[in-house]
């Protein structure tokens, strides 16, 4: 299993089954790791100690040879217990002795291993005084007969260990010998043979294997017992304060906030339930406090909506009051200007009287260039606006407001320079507010440039299928922190860094660019700025090239508040006054 597998597992598992699993995982590895290598220590010790038997059985053996030989009956009752105490009933000896002894066949070495063990320690020296004798061993399996239960005969192989010891000469056997039989062909020292223990490894096999399955069973009882205790430890100490923590979020999520957690363990899991109380008690009382706070927000809000109810019905008032007021205004003002104009044309009227007169008709035409930027700014936020669409040349419709303030700007000195993008096109617009915004622009441009400077108006179709009207001039400029300003109503920017915004240097209302920004907004476009103080301003009018034709505005705060609307009343006819000198306001 991939560790992707392992760790899907466990992460699909909850936390009691993970900690079951590994744990008895862990466990298991552990016990039967440390089982397996106990177990094969212990065979090791079992194999080791077979060298030690096989010594033991060659002293056995040469004490039955002593007995043999013994001659003393008050000594051989000692020999004889002696056999008994080392003496083991499942093993078989033979000994292997050298040419030189003149052996029986079944005393002659058998194989490869024993002719070189017996070669080999012929040629060697005895051991020293105190020293074991030197050993061989070896594994071997070999053929034997076997009476099963009902009494047939059968061979088969089995596993014998095979001890080898050579047995040396010393100075009690030359003397017992001779003693005994008379031999006195012994030599100290010579190898008298090599004695051959052999003993089956079957039942040591079988000890060794069911001291193993002994273990393994010993391990997986000790695993299955440890599963159990873990699964209490886990149930009772770990899952149960989880599981209350769980039922008690879950409760406190459903509504019931007064819920608890009550865990007394006297370790972590306490610690968490205390920590978990006290959370929940701030964010209480944070949503208390928050639900004050927007109750007071609510209040707020509504004071807020009934102080803009109010100021939308005090704004219309003032907008009803200013275009009503504005045209009765016009009519006497039509009328001085008519009999201004009347009395201008009276050939006897002298020098001084004839300033007089045009003195009336300059004030007159200001006053009522005033009077209609207040009633268009007034049909504009009101909603009463209109537009006239038609199809009309661009050069005709630039043209025509650069000519009329062209006299203005000679009278100044000002070169006006018109760049106009020749298009076959015509273009769908409203003329007569377009000519407004132009006006306007160049009323200003003339207004704020000094004598000998330079106005350039450039009209093109954008790639992005606009009407692009730039006014360039060589003026007073703006400053940058009022660039915004100067499109608010009744607002003039700074002409230098040290002027008053309050103190106006130059005349006029300051409602020139303010209509201008709203009559571009009426005609689906936008103006923008860009100005340096003491280097002149640039502004930049884009208008769609065919404007769709579209409802009358309504002022969206009049949409939210129906009982505040008034029907749309038609606007009013604005006469046409050469040349024309718009409202005054900063520029750019």
Same mark, same amino acid.
């Given at each position: ?24 995982a862990s466990l298991f590895l552990l016990l039967m790791g440390s089982f397996l290598w106990y177990g094969k220590r212990t065979a090791e010790i079992f194999y080791e100690h077979n060298p030690k038997t096989g010594r033991l059985l060659v ?58 063990l017996l070669a080999q320690w012929t040629a060697a020296p005895p051991p020293a005084e105190g020293e074991d004798a030197p050993f061989a061993q070896r594994e071997k399996t070999v053929l034997r007969e076997q009476t099963l239960p009902n009494?047939?005969? &059968? ?32 030599? @100290? ?7 051959? &223990? ?12 069911? #001291? ?10 000790? &695993? ?9 430890? &886990? ?14 979020? #879950? @409760? ?55 102080? #803009? ?5 005090? #704004? ?24 201004? @104009? ?113 106005? @350039? ?132």
């Amino acid at each position: 299993m991939s560790y992707r597998s392992i760790k899907r597992v466990l992460g699909e598992t909850n936390l009691e089954r993970k900690c079951r699993f590994l744990f008895g995982a862990s466990l298991f590895l552990l016990l039967m790791g440390s089982f397996l290598w106990y177990g094969k220590r212990t065979a090791e010790i079992f194999y080791e100690h077979n060298p030690k038997t096989g010594r033991l059985l060659v002293h056995t053996i040469m004490m039955h040879h002593w007995k043999h030989l013994e001659t003393s009956e008050e000594f051989k009752p000692v020999v004889e217990e002696l056999i008994k105490y080392f003496d083991k009933d499942d093993y078989e000896w033979n000994a292997i002795r050298p040419e030189s002894n003149k052996p029986k066949e079944s005393q002659r070495p058998k194989g490869k291993f024993e002719r070189e063990l017996l070669a080999q320690w012929t040629a060697a020296p005895p051991p020293a005084e105190g020293e074991d004798a030197p050993f061989a061993q070896r594994e071997k399996t070999v053929l034997r007969e076997q009476t099963l239960p009902n009494g047939q005969t &059968v061979r088969r192989e089995v596993a014998e260990y095979h001890y080898y010891q050579p047995v040396y000469i010393k100075s009690d056997c030359v003397l017992c010998h001779r003693i005994t039989n008379g031999n006195n062909d012994l030599v @100290e020292g010579d190898l008298q043979a090599i004695i051959q &223990v052999r003993m089956p490894l079957e039942e040591m096999q079988e000890a060794v294997n069911k #001291n193993l399955a002994i273990l393994l069973a010993t391990a997986i009882l000790t &695993v299955f017992l440890a599963m159990i205790l873990l699964y209490v430890i &886990v149930r009772y100490v770990i899952v149960k304060p989880l599981n209350h923590l769980r039922d008690v979020s #879950n @409760e406190i999520s459903r509504g019931n906030t007064t819920l608890r957690a009550d865990i007394h363990t006297r370790d972590e899991f306490e610690d968490l339930a205390v920590a978990f109380n006290r959370m929940l008690q701030q964010l209480l009382d944070s949503a208390s406090e928050l639900r004050q706070v927007n109750d007071n927000l609510d209040a707020k809000v509504d004071e807020l909506a009934q102080a #803009n109810m109010r100021l939308f019905e005090m #704004n219309r008032l003032k907008n009803d009051f200013l275009a009503t007021m504005s045209h009765e205004l016009r009519t006497p003002l039509n009328s001085i200007l008519g009999f201004s @104009e009347v009395l201008s044309s009276i050939e006897s009227l002298d020098d001084k009287q004839r300033r007089y007169v045009d003195n009336i008709q300059t004030s007159g035409r200001l006053l009522l260039d005033m009077i209609n930027d207040i009633l268009d700014l007034a049909k504009v936020e009101s909603g009463k606006m209109e537009m006239h669409l038609a199809d009309f040349p661009l050069s005709e419709a630039i043209q025509a407001p650069c000519d009329m303030a062209r006299p203005l700007a000679e009278k100044k000195n000002l070169d006006l320079v018109t760049f106009v993008q020749p298009t076959t096109e015509p273009l769908h617009q409203d003329r007569a507010k377009l000519q407004q915004i132009l006006n306007n622009l160049l009323s200003n441009a003339i207004k704020f440039t000094p004598e000998g400077g330079r106005i @350039e108006v450039i009209a093109n179709r954008n790639p992005r299928d606009q009407l692009e009207i730039v006014v360039r001039d060589t003026g007073v400029g703006i400053a940058e922190e009022d660039q915004q300003a100067v499109f608010e109503k009744f607002r003039q920017g700074q002409t230098d860094m040290a002027s008053d915004a309050m103190t106006r240097e130059y005349s006029g209302t300051g409602l020139g660019l303010s209509i201008v920004k709203e009559l571009c907004k009426l005609l689906g476009g936008e103006i923008t700025l860009q100005s340096e103080l003491g280097k002149g301003s640039s502004f930049c009018v884009r208008l769609p090239w065919l404007r769709e034709e579209q409802p009358k505005l309504d002022s969206p705060l009049s949409e939210e508040l129906h009982e505040l609307t008034k029907p749309p009343r038609a606007g009013l006819a604005r006469p046409h006054v050469e040349p024309p000198v718009a409202s005054e306001t900063a520029n750019p």
